[in-house]
């Protein structure tokens, strides 16, 4: 199976471009080969959103821009199994966490159409300021025009979607550079916008390097907006190069979460297996460090250590597995270095730590320090470290002592102990009762610190993928 870009519809052959294989994670089967595009086919990429935009998109009704994305949303749950099966097989994703992958991506659909119906803009009262009587005015919020969007491996199709939909919505054009690891389901979905009716050239993507084709369109001039979801060093070469332009950046993490002595430990720990190891660990939002009031302690680690070697590793691809590989060998070695580096510093692994090919089984660190790298930087890989805390001071220090700030999870029956912390921790979100993992498609996300610039979340990226303008009148 060749996957190639697509550009105003059209696929591309081989000829003279180079090729690079797809590997499941799980197996290192070869699944595709992606045709490359070369720096040339990116300029017409560009361009060609460029004229569509000006063409056809500016220029489209809301009404049918919300029918478009209502009706790919449709098409989208009709074909949730193929995607579903996509995702697990490209990305080592299990089933069961990319079918929920899928239906996160219907509403996302259907969140930017019937957004696409509610940008509005305001009256301004001109004759509030002085000399400002008979005049007139408002706001409101236009499309930019070519809208690059750049996403990561691990939620190949729903963090795509929180790029390309809520863009189309407010009438953009997109060139999408999906991730090379994961460029099948990225393939599917344009095809998928097609078959709903979006003009040819709205949605463009471009498969290939990043490293090749990153700063090209980054720096292009006839791009208005960068958005990117990934790594911190690539994040921070985006800002660098993208000059004027407009720009969301969605980077890492290590997030914490705090559970106070109060509460029944049931559903933290529950929940905490799935936020700490759920495909592997390798969410933005994954829970890394989780920190415990002293009392509880010893309980909570003995039962979660329980629940985690209960998990059910294996084959994405079976209904049953609960925990599966990494993207690739060289994520999992890095992944065991940095165990094996706590190790040597005095940190004890509770339970996992073993590395088989892609395969890291689910780790538990304790005795762990601020400067070992499982907890400064963002492990991205199925590793969390429980650690004890005294007082609510302290548990926020610990939480706050980070380059990132994305999400954390608060666990108190105490309100006004909840609303407190929640208020200290220097995060783009907090959640009370629930672990840091969570989130829906609905509600402004994104980083403070070095987590990112701006917020996704339907709306919320809409804003962001407009401008707005003013435009006055004065009266006779
Ligand atoms: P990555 O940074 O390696 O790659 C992301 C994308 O950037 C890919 O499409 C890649 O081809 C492209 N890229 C690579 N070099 C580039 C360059 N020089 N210029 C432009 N684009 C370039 O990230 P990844 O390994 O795919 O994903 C993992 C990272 O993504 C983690 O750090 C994770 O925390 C982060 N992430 C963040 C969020 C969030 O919402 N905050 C969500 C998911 C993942």
Not at 140 to 160: C, D, E, H, Q, Y
Not at 245 to 260: D, R, Y
Request: proline share 5%; net charge negative.
């Amino acid at each position: 199976m060749y996957i190639s870009s697509i550009i105003n519809g059209e696929t591309f052959k081989k000829e003279s471009r180079d090729t690079l294989a797809v590997v499941n994670p799980y197996n290192q089967e070869e699944i595709a080969q992606i045709i490359l595009a070369t720096p040339d086919d990116l300029e017409t990429a560009v361009t060609n959103s460029y004229e569509i935009f000006h063409q056809t998109m500016k220029k489209m009704p809301a009404y049918k821009r919300a029918d478009i994305l209502l009706k790919t949303a449709e098409l989208l749950k009709e074909r949730k199994e193929d995607f579903a099966a996509t995702i697990a097989e490209e990305a080592g994703k299990p089933l069961k966490f990319s079918r929920n992958e899928v239906d996160r991506a219907v509403q996302v659909i259907r969140f930017a159409s019937e957004q696409a119906k509610q940008i509005n803009g305001e009256v301004i009262p001109l004759d509030a300021a002085v000399g400002g009587e008979n005049r007139f005015g408002f706001t409101k919020r236009v499309p930019l025009g070519v809208v690059a969007a750049i996403t990561p491996f691990n939620f190949p199709l729903n963090l795509s979607l929180h790029k390309i939909a809520p863009a189309l919505a407010a009438g953009n054009t997109v060139v999408f550079k999906p991730a090379e690891k994961t460029p099948i389901s990225a393939y599917k979905l344009v095809q998928l916008f097609h078959e709903a009716g979006l003009p040819k050239g709205a949605l463009n993507v471009v498969m290939g390097l990043g490293e090749e084709l990153g700063d090209p369109l980054v720096e292009h001039d006839k791009v208005q907006k960068v958005t990117f979801t990934g790594s911190l060093p690539v994040g921070r070469g985006i800002r660098e190069k993208a000059g004027f332009k407009k720009i969301t950046l969605e980077l890492g993490s290590n997030s914490p979460n705090i559970i106070f002595k109060d509460v029944d430990l049931e559903a933290p720990i529950e929940g905490l297996v799935t936020g700490a190891f759920a495909f592997s660990g390798q969410v933005c939002i994954s829970a890394q460090r989780i920190y415990v009031q002293q009392d509880i302690y010893h309980e909570f680690l003995e039962k979660f250590v329980n629940r985690t070697k209960a998990l059910k590793i294996g084959d994405p691809l079976e209904d049953a597995t609960e925990f599966g590989p990494m993207i690739d060998e060289k994520a999992a070695e890095r992944a065991k270095t940095w165990i094996d580096d706590a190790v040597s510093k005095g940190a004890t692994v509770e339970t996992g730590g073993e590395r088989n090919g892609t395969m890291l089984t689910p780790t538990i660190m304790t005795n762990v320090k601020n400067d070992m790298k499982i907890i400064a930087e963002e492990v991205f890989a199925p590793i969390v470290s429980v650690i004890p805390f005294h007082t609510e001071e302290e548990a926020v220090k610990y939480a706050n002592e980070s380059i990132y700030g994305l999400q954390a999870g608060i666990f108190t029956k105490d309100l006004n102990r909840a609303f407190s912390v929640a208020d200290q921790l220097e995060m783009g979100g907090v959640w009370i009762n629930e672990i840091s993992t969570y989130r829906q498609d609905n509600h402004p996300y994104g980083g403070v610190k070095q987590s990112g610039i701006g917020r996704e979340g339907v709306k919320y990226a809409i804003d962001d993928m407009t401008e707005l303008k003013f435009i006055g009148i004065k009266l006779d």
